[in-house]
């Protein structure tokens, strides 16, 4: 089987770049090594940035109507004290707020807006486990399936595979670490009518707690040093459920329904990024090609923002059959930067702030860059185009192919 481009992985990178190069007449095929997209406690923030591109693609109307929350700007409580940290109002998009939505909702989304288009091909339970080589260039991938091994021959490989990336590994691409001091369990506690709403932080000295409003649940996320889950567990579920319940004490008459380990899902922080994104034959994007921490929520979305500008570039060579490495190392110079800066952030807030949160390092006052937030308001706009728009957004390009 031969293919233009193939895509290792279904996710929102590998997704969005299928459906947009499919749209541009590239015949694509996109390898999702699950039977289908159900996973728990995966990235569910549709940032405006992104809310943005499918306004661009004519289908924002139709994403909206499905279930979702909407966050207008970011809260919480540091220090016993009230703080609005973002206030996403004043973004020039369509929409002025993050979307909550299951990971599985959105891409089964861009799944079916890519169907539409005759060049766009899903294949699931497809797991890739190599790469083809010839004369030095990257010329397709082996793929495991339910039916057997199977060879796919392409004109580009595209490791969209996530912070594990196969591709990358056997690409022997060359990956910094920066280091996180933080892990992460996610848990679902059940929400009441009368609970807050949108999207609430607790930031006391020891403590990291953020909850996301699912309609009738809080998704959770308990940030814990790196490494220390064992320690929570050597404790007990039922000290765990106690320091859930004095952070967020309206949680108390509800954290019985944390009732086993099996119910706490650990994320294993990662901050890192490849030296070069490609090589011949091939290109990673998204967490294959740096993995972001979970702070603000930016991850989904800058993935989707690697596959618009891979899209933008490589549409017109891989439809002319002669994609060369100066056009992967375009993508990586288009993208770099705003990896870099967002990554940067996230480092200094791990750093300078979460880790010492945990250590119980943090005045029990307020810090000042917050108090200048709740005292200038006009201050929040700077977080919110950060967090919702990210550095040197993408935008579709103007072309479409034949339905």
Known sequence: MHVQCAVAGGGPAGMMLGLL?????VNVAVLEKHADFLRDFRGDTIHPSTLELLHELGVLEAFLARPHQEVRSL????????????????????????????????????????????????????????LIENAGRIAGVTVLTPEGPLEMTADLVVGADGRHSIVREQ????????GAPIDVLWMRVPRRPDDPSQLLGYIETGHVFVMFDRGDYWQCAYVIPKGGFEQVQARGLDAFRRS??????????????????????????????????????????????HAMSP?????????????????NLLSGPLTRGACRDSDLARVQQRRELPTR??????????????????????????????????????????PARLVGMGIR?????????AL
């Open 21 to 25: 190069l499919a749209r541009a007449g």
């Open 75 to 130: 809260t919480g409580h540091v220090a016993g004290e009230p703080v609005t940290i973002a206030d996403f109002s004043h973004l020039p998009t369509r929409c002025k707020f993050v979307a909550l939505m299951p990971q599985w909702d959105f891409l089964d989304f861009i799944a079916a807006e890519a169907r539409r288009f005759p060049t766009f091909r899903l294949i699931m339970q497809a797991e890739v486990t190599g």
């Open 171 to 178: 690409a022997g691409l060359t990956v910094d670490d920066f």
């Open 244 to 289: 859930v319940a004095a952070i967020v004490p309206f949680l108390s008459d509800r954290v019985e329904e944390i009732q086993h380990w099996s119910d706490v899902k650990l994320l294993t922080v990662t901050v890192d990024r490849l030296r070069q994104w490609y090589r011949p034959g091939l290109l990673c994007i998204g967490d294959a090609a």
């Open 295 to 311: 702070i603000g929520g930016v991850g989904i979305n800058l993935a989707v923002q690697d596959a618009v500008a891979a899209a």
């Open 341 to 382: 800066v967002v990554q940067r952030v996230q480092l200094l807030a791990q750093d300078l702030f979460l880790k010492k949160t945990l250590e119980g390092r943090v005045p029990r006052k307020m810090p000042v860059a917050l108090r200048l937030l709740q005292r200038f308001p006009m201050l929040r706009r700077i």
């Open 393 to 401: 957004p993408e935008h579709i390009a103007q072309r479409s192919a």
